[in-house]
Nanobody
């Protein structure tokens, strides 16, 4: 059973930084892709960033390019989302997800396993 546990959310001032973590367990993830998504109140869940577990290929939403970075620690089975220069519009619940493919996808429907989410609030 795949389990994803996010941590690292919180309240931060605009311009600040946060690092989210997603600890994965239950499988060997070498052929998987790990993604971060977010959902703000009243909005649909949207893609933020993703990384292929084996090759480290990455994709980012245009809204976070240059500010966010996704990376993984293979030994610890953990994926991180480093968020810098945060703005109020980044406020959302952030979810970690994984799909059984090394192709980096941006559609949340392509991801099968999800974490419980962690709240990020950026005060303007």
């Amino acid at each position: 059973q795949v389990q994803l546990v996010e941590s690292g959310g919180g309240l931060v001032q605009a311009g600040g930084s946060l690092r989210l973590s997603c600890a994965a367990s239950g499988r060997t993830f070498s052929s998987y892709t790990m993604g971060w998504f977010r959902q703000a109140p009243g909005k649909e869940r949207e893609f933020v960033a993703a990384i292929s577990w084996s090759g480290g290929n990455t994709r980012y939403a245009e809204s976070v390019k240059g500010r966010f970075a996704i990376f993984r620690n293979i030994a610890e089975n953990t994926v991180y989302l480093q968020m810098n220069s945060l703005i109020h519009e980044d406020t959302a619940v952030y979810y970690c997800a994984t799909r059984i493919s090394s192709i980096v996808a941006v559609n949340p429907n392509d991801y099968y396993y999800w974490g419980q989410g962690t709240q990020v609030t950026v005060a303007s």
